[in-house]
Nanobody, 125 residues
Framework: DVQLQASGGGSVQPGGSLRLSCAAS????????IGWFRQAPGKEREGVIC????????YEEESVKGRFTISRDNANNMFYLQMDNLKIEDTAVYYC??????????????????WGQGTLVTVSS
């Protein structure tokens, strides 16, 4: 069974930083595409940043470009979302996800099979 455990959410002021972590088990992460998604209250879950197993192709949602970075530690089956210069509109539940297949340039929830449970990020002053 593939299991993902997201952590690292919390409350932060605008301009602050957080790093989310996703621990994967039941999968060799180096062969999988990874992604972070978020769902704000009353909104659909949207792709934030996704990348294939090689890291050569990465999708970034327009509003997070230059502020969010995805990275992975294949040896420890972990991946991360570094979020800098957080804005109030980044407030959401963040989910990590993996899939064996990655479609270049896309970061759609329908393309990812395995999901973590979500971690809440609140940005407020």
């Amino acid at each position: 069974d593939v299991q993902l455990q997201a952590s690292g959410g919390g409350s932060v002021q605008p301009g602050g930083s957080l790093r989310l972590s996703c621990a994967a088990s039941g999968v060799s992460l180096d062969a999988y595409a990874i992604g972070w998604f978020r769902q704000a209250p009353g909104k659909e879950r949207e792709g934030v940043i996704c990348t294939g197993y090689s890291g050569r192709s990465t999708y970034e949602e327009e509003s997070v470009k230059g502020r969010f970075t995805i990275s992975r530690d294949n040896a420890n089956n972990m991946f991360y979302l570094q979020m800098d210069n957080l804005k109030i509109e980044d407030t959401a539940v963040y989910y990590c996800a993996v899939d064996f297949v990655y479609v270049d340039g896309l970061c759609a929830k329908a393309l990812f099979t395995h999901w973590g449970q979500g971690t809440l990020v609140t940005v407020s002053s």
